[in-house]
């Protein structure tokens, strides 16, 4: 029995739709987002470092947009990525040598560069490449749905979430088919603020990121990178921050056989973008949207937990819906995220058109071009 209402959802880019080449002018109120949320500034050397199986519409239109504003822009068309270092062997030098050589990169792989060794987080904070990726998002469905809210809007989301969640204790998610774990001491991400170099940022926008001291609990998985969306119901139990165990048939198997070691919590996300899709998107687009949640278990290394560079069994789980408790006080109910209703929230949206169409978390109810961002509205 499939569990999750989403079961359809694509498992790499070649099971992506492909869009008609006309629709292009529909995707660049999101492309145009894209460049501003990178500072693309003109004369700058962007490499577009693309799977040979992303739509070439979607590669045109940054492209094209990119060009439009002089800059330097370069296409490499790669193999797909496997997911947490699954083939460990496989030569990423020509990649490497161009994202050194690149002053901006914008990443459209469907399993994220970060999962491997010469596109992890410490080289990319090494280097003075400003890194977007396109992370399962490199598609006309993400453009043109979370692509389209305004960065000023998601910005103001995310420091008013950052304003309760800083200071958190526990943060207790819950959900209908059973998950219950609670998070302990969480460290999140703060505010960044405009790119800087070295920076490594993922597109759509879409939420808030921690680390936890300590997880005690259960989670039932939706869906995640290893064994999709689960045949039967997928039990994950944690105490002291460790997986002790997984149960739920052939997908606890394969979730076992992916990191023998076991594994522990690594990071968690908070999803804030009220238009990022849900029905028909990919995981991670799903674990952007506004009252999502999703968490990241890694492999252990040598029976520890190894934090500064790739688990190489990175497994993201994603939950829908949940049900979230910040300190006891409710923060997200059934999916719903509560500050969407935040007059503070409200006030922002209206810069760009009627906040109950800004802040509308249906995202099948895609945002008009005149309240993408082209210019903010009088209040």
């Excluded at 069994?313 to 409710?330: F, S």
């Excluded at 935040?342 to 099948?364: C, H, K, Q, S, Y």
Aim: charged letters at 20%; hydrophobic letters at 40%.
């Amino acid at each position: 029995m499939m569990i999750n209402p989403y079961a359809g959802s694509p498992f790499s880019y070649v099971a992506e739709p492909a869009t008609g080449p006309y629709s292009i002018v529909e995707l660049m109120p999101g492309v145009r987002n894209l460049l501003e949320y990178v500072r693309l500034a003109a004369g700058e050397r962007v490499l577009l470092l693309m799977e040979h199986t992303v739509d070439p519409v979607v590669v045109q239109a940054i492209a094209a947009a990119a060009a439009l504003r002089d800059a330097d822009v370069r296409i490499l068309s790669v193999p797909p990525f496997s997911p947490g270092g699954w083939d460990r062997e496989a030569s990423l030098q020509i990649e490497a040598a161009a994202f050194h050589e690149a002053d901006v990169v914008i990443s459209g792989t469907w399993w994220g560069e970060v999962h491997t060794a010469p596109f992890f987080f410490d080289q990319i904070k090494s280097r003075s490449t400003r890194f977007l990726s396109l992370h399962m998002t490199a598609t006309a469905g993400a453009l043109i749905t979370g692509g389209r809210l305004p960065a000023e809007v998601f910005y103001a989301l995310l420091r008013r979430a950052l304003r309760q969640l800083s200071g958190a204790q526990a943060i207790r998610v819950t959900t209908g088919s059973g998950t219950d774990v609670t998070f302990s001491g969480p460290a999140f991400d703060p505010d960044p603020g405009a790119m800087r170099p070295g920076d490594w940022r993922p597109f759509p926008y879409g939420g808030a990121n921690f680390w936890p001291d300590d997880t005690e609990g259960v989670i039932m998985i939706e869906d995640c990178t290893v064994t999709g969306v689960p045949e039967e119901p997928l039990r994950v139990t944690l105490e002291g921050n460790l997986v002790r165990k997984i149960e739920g048939g052939a997908a606890a198997e394969q979730l076992r056989r992916y990191a023998p070691e076991g594994y522990y919590m690594r990071h968690a996300l908070i999803g804030l973008n009220p238009k990022v899709r849900v029905s028909g998107g990919t995981q991670f687009e799903r674990e952007k949207h506004a009252g999502a949640f999703y968490c990241g278990l890694d492999g252990l290394t040598g029976g520890l937990p190894v934090k500064t560079g790739p688990g190489f069994a990175h497994c993201d789980c994603q939950i829908d819906r949940p049900t979230m408790l910040v300190d006891g006080e409710l923060f997200i109910e059934k999916g719903r995220l509560l500050m969407l209703d935040d007059p503070e929230i409200r006030e922002v949206a209206a810069r760009f058109g009627p906040p109950d169409v800004v802040l509308d978390d249906n995202p099948i109810m895609i945002l008009p071009r005149r309240y993408t961002g082209t210019r903010a509205t009088a209040p």
